[in-house]
């Protein structure tokens, strides 16, 4: 149902080809822009994939821009940080988020709650309900959604709940009484998108593959870039333009079209294809999620999607943004500029920027204020002959290819292990290979505070009993010498969390010591490769202990 006072006057025209009916507007007087300031738009998700990227295109554009998170803090390292306005607000808080929208002319909303639990189609339900009562009230002049292209054809409760509730929230912003564009999109071929991760990896993994039905639909992928030039062209659609828009490339081809496509720019031989017809979307979900990147949680929806044919109907969009002169991107120049900027390590946002579905979002538990319980922690120091500014390259490069400086195979079965229970395995990397960021994903811990050159402190993703944190400091001691702290934390959920941290007790010597002592040595061997001294320091070394 519609929220109370939301639904619209008017009717809506032959799916796709028609515009609906201008909503009728909030009492109240829009506000009153001078003719030299700036529009202002508030960006939704910009800790996400697309909001990441969409922010500095706004501002390149010549927008003021507003963000709203959860954890205001993750967009602090961004490199537009000092140049937008940052809001704490999540989008299911009435309060919260109708402060946001308050002086706001366009608002962007790219947030969904897949992967939060069985009624996130209420989760997103009810956001969507509250975002567009807030903004109505706010006075803004716009909402635009990106949301997902779905079959025509097939009735809605045979679509993937995924689809499902991207539908119904696009028509519940749509019924906001706001004037709103809904951008639908299918595949988006980008660095670091979950879509391109995904044909990424099964195309390079898998010589040959065994494909389920689903690599036989058709589809219309578009380009990240021409997704973000839609996006900011939205801000200026005209008052009386309410309705959906499909958005895709020029091409028009199967899932299997592109994995075929990737290994001709890759320069990979033809891959061998085994079609596999009893293998269920849910299956493969599974399956993606053992051999790419992409956790089983985010794989299977985008497997769901595919079970039918997302072609655009219609390209109206173009009357309002007009193309550029060369047109939007193929396939082929899309994944050509998608591999250039991985091989670069230009990739500005990946699928896993935003948090992992199901993740713990939990800060550390700080001293003197901790008071929920056993926390465990497992503590080491060790003095390095190297200055703190060698110390923290070594530190900031953990993970990734770079590995965790101690028992590979340890690591690599913690990841199996957790990628077989469906969590994210150590198979995510870094967005960067020398540099992090709060909010990066790093395998399968996320990056919750790093201040170089002294502290980073990450937060686990993995599937646990508990909540855990991995935290590594570089200091100096009383005379001047430079030592190395480390800290692993666990705070247990329930029986099963303090047998786990019990059961996996003996083997911390191996991984976390081991880790301490290879930093150590891996800092010291850099300086003396460079043939520089270091500092002379004594430290020492604690064993396991208990706190609260």
């Not at 199967?254 to 990737?262: A, H, I, P």
């Not at 948090?355 to 465990?376: E, I, M, N, V």
């Not at 960021?437 to 646990?464: C, I, K, Y």
């Not at 400091?473 to 480390?486: E, H, L, S």
Request: hydrophobic share 40%; proline share 7%; glycine share 12%.
């Amino acid at each position: 149902m519609p929220p109370k006072g939301a639904h619209l006057a008017g009717f809506v025209l032959p799916a796709h080809h028609g515009l609906m009916a201008v909503p009728e507007r909030s009492p109240e007087p829009h506000r009153e822009r001078g003719a030299q300031e700036p529009r202002r738009c508030l960006v939704t998700g910009a800790t996400g994939y697309i909001g990441g990227r969409l922010v500095p295109e706004l501002l390149a554009a010549g927008y003021q821009v507003r963000c709203v998170a959860r954890s205001p803090e993750k967009l602090r390292d961004h490199p537009w940080a000092g140049r937008v306005e940052t809001v704490r607000g999540d989008v299911t808080d009435e309060e919260s988020i109708g402060a946001a929208l308050e002086g706001v002319d366009v608002a962007y909303y790219l947030v969904h709650a897949l992967g939060t639990g069985a009624g996130f189609e209420e989760t997103d339900r009810r956001a969507a309900r509250i975002f567009g009562e807030r903004a109505r009230a706010a006075g803004v002049h716009r909402i635009v959604y990106l949301g997902g292209l779905t079959p025509g054809g097939v009735p809605e409760r045979e679509l993937s709940p995924h689809l499902r509730s991207r539908a119904e929230v696009g028509r519940v912003l749509l019924d906001s009484g706001v004037p709103t564009a809904v951008l639908r999109a299918g595949v988006i071929v980008g660095s670091g998108s979950a879509s391109f991760e995904m044909l990424r990896y099964l195309t390079e993994r898998l010589p040959v593959m065994v494909t389920p039905r689903w690599v036989h639909t058709r589809t219309q992928p578009i380009a990240v870039r021409d997704v973000l030039r839609l996006l900011v062209g939205c801000a200026t659609l005209p008052d009386d333009v309410h309705r959906t828009f499909d958005i895709g490339g020029p091409d028009v081809l199967t899932y299997l079209d592109m994995m075929r496509r990737y290994a001709e720019v890759t320069g990979l031989r033809r891959r061998l294809v085994v079609p596999v017809p009893v293998l269920t979307p849910r299956l493969s979900g599974l399956w993606v999620g053992l051999v790419t990147p992409v956790p089983g949680a985010i794989a299977r929806p985008l497997v769901e999607s595919l079970r039918h044919e997302v072609v655009c109907a219609e390209r109206d969009i173009v009357r309002y943004v007009p193309d550029p002169s060369g047109g939007p991107l193929g396939v082929d120049r899309a994944l050509e500029l998608a591999l250039r900027r991985v091989r670069d390590a230009k990739v500005a946002t990946r699928w896993s920027s935003a948090a992992t579905p199901g993740a713990a979002g939990d800060p550390l538990p700080t001293d003197p204020d901790w008071a929920g319980g056993s926390l465990y922690q497992d503590r080491r120091a060790r003095a390095v002959d190297a200055s703190p500014e060698d110390v923290w390259r070594v530190v900031e490069g953990i993970g990734g290819e770079n590995g965790w400086y101690s028992m590979p195979l340890a690591w690599a079965l913690r990841g199996w292990i957790d990628t077989l229970v469906g969590g994210v395995g150590l198979r995510r990397g870094r967005r960067d290979a020398a540099r992090l960021r709060v909010g990066d994903s790093l395998d399968f811990w996320r990056v919750e505070e790093v201040l170089p050159p002294r502290l980073l402190r990450l937060r686990a993703e993995m599937r646990l009993p508990g909540l855990a944190w991995l935290e590594m400091t570089v200091d100096r001691d009383a005379r001047g010498g430079t030592v190395y702290r480390q800290r692993a934390l666990f705070h247990p959920r329930g029986l099963a969390g303090h047998l786990y941290w019990w059961s996996v007790a003996p083997f911390h010597a191996l991984v976390f010591g081991g880790m301490a002592r290879n930093i150590a040595a891996r800092a010291e061997k850099d300086v003396a490769g460079r043939g520089t001294g270091g500092t002379d320091a004594a430290g020492t070394s604690t064993s396991a202990s208990r706190s609260w």
